[in-house]
């Protein structure tokens, strides 16, 4: 499995991008500092697209403006098409 971990800028962005992923099953966490972070698994490149579908549906919608930083575990390639 691979994840992508969002860290919110405050703790309602947390909770609307918790929201938004929720068909993901994704995990809360808040850091000692009061830091939220929501995780989410896939297992698939085509998981992976709907997750990232999903969060851009969300941020684009305004659902939450600030996303202070993004990590994912899988590692993202361009394809170029062939010639």
Do not use: W
Request: aromatic content about 8%.
């Amino acid at each position: 499995m691979r994840t992508i971990r969002l860290e919110a800028a405050t703790p309602e962005s947390g909770r609307a991008l918790y929201s938004a992923l929720s068909s993901f099953h994704p995990d809360f966490e808040v850091d000692g500092e009061g830091t939220c972070f929501v995780s989410v698994s896939f297992g698939s490149q085509k998981e992976m697209l709907e997750v990232f579908d999903t969060l851009l549906q969300h941020l684009n919608g305004g659902g939450d403006p600030i996303t202070t930083s993004v990590t994912t575990t899988a590692r993202l390639r361009l394809v170029e098409p062939a010639s």
